[in-house]
């Protein structure tokens, strides 16, 4: 089965959307200016799949919605599917910690490793990647659009206060 994708705007820039036709498999921010021309590796028009996250979506961009329902799935490790479900599960307006998300996704002290699963986040905003700090309550790395800028911005989106 060919996957459909859809590039969509969005005040991060533009997000690039990919379904298997049962699930989002893959939400990249590309920032302002799309690396990947739009319909790359996918055919046909937008499905019910990407037609619900755009929705979703921008319900969440217009301050409407807290929350994502739209079906996704991962391919990747077990340790990485822990780690992206306890993601999925982060609160609104609420942050981790790499160490507390460690511990929510059942290894304690792993906090590197969980670094380098959350980095791996195929899925960005449904599947909240932004919404996990540094130890010190800091921004690090976010490798979505326009990187720390693109984080800052999410955050302050849902309210969410941190440390320069």
Sequence with gaps: MTDTCCTVDSPVGLLHLVSNGDALTSLVITGSV??????????????????????QLDQYFAGKRTSFDVPVSFDGTEFQHKVWSALANIPFGQTYTY???????GRPGSGRAVGGCVGRNPIAIIVPCHRVLGAAGKITGFSGGDGIATKQWLLEHEGITFRD
């Excluded at 799309?34 to 929705?55: E, F, M, N, T, W």
């Design 34 to 55: 799309s690396p990947l021309p739009i319909g790359h590796g996918c055919s046909g028009k937008p499905d019910r799949v990407i037609s619900q996250a755009s929705k």
């Design 99 to 105: 160490g507390e998300l460690g511990a929510h996704a």
